[in-house]
């Protein structure tokens, strides 16, 4: 099928176990809002959203990473071209050979990570996702996303072995309440994680 979509394995302070696949943050995030942040696919310089109150830490990330950068535009130059049916085709026929050879060498599963940087940039995106991870069954998948409201729209055809997190701070934040979503919020320190009753992820 043409050119891969890179996936990534044990770096940017992931245990090994975790495999994952990043788009360009900002690009691909039409629900983002209090961390809306662009780097610039050639140059990498940060452009920030009108409304954003803390910067995005994958936009840093490509900002700094020119190779990092090009790799997340490469999956996204190649996967908004497909439709849903061909996107899970593509992911899949990328993630084939990693996912396999993990669990040889490590008798166990691996656990998937759709986006690191960027988020589901339309429905089919989603919903090919959806579809991967139904095929991978029981490797688990997951998810940070202000993509609720595919969520919602989604919500009964959501495969067991699937997890999303919903991530405050966008367009949407409304649909998390009213549905009851797990959801995790940037605070900025231990003391507003106590007031708010937050546990802290580390």
């Known amino acids: 099928m043409g050119k891969t979509i890179k996936w990534t394995q044990g770096n940017i302070k992931l245990p090994e176990r975790i495999i994952h696949m990043s788009l360009p943050s900002g690009y691909t995030c039409p629900m983002a809002l209090k961390c809306l942040a662009k780097a610039d696919a050639n140059t990498g310089k940060i452009t920030d959203g009108k409304e954003q109150e803390y910067r995005c830490y994958a936009a840093m990330q490509e900002a700094r990473h ?18 849903k049916h061909q996107m899970f085709l593509k992911l899949s026929s990328s993630l084939s050979n990693i996912h396999d050879k993990y669990i040889t060498n490590h008798n166990q599963h691996p656990i998937i990570r759709a986006h690191i940087g960027g988020d589901f940039f339309n429905e089919n ?5 959806l579809q991967l991870a139904s095929h991978y069954h029981p ?21 067991i072995n699937f997890i999303f997190n919903a991530s405050r701070g966008g367009k ?3 649909l998390i309440d009213t549905h009851n979503l797990k959801c995790a919020e940037v605070v ?7 007031e708010k009753g937050l546990e802290i992820d580390h």
Request: aromatic share 16%; glycine share 2%; hydrophobic share 30%.
């Open 125 to 129: 995106d989603f919903l090919a996702w």
């Open 139 to 159: 490797t688990q998948f997951y998810s940070y996303t202000k993509r609720t409201d595919l969520w919602v729209k989604n919500i009964k055809d959501i495969p």
């Open 172 to 174: 949407r934040d409304d």
């Open 66 to 83: 020119s190779g990092l950068r090009k790799n997340r535009w490469s999956n996204y130059t190649i996967l908004k071209k497909l439709s």
């Open 188 to 194: 900025y320190s231990h003391q507003q994680a106590v």
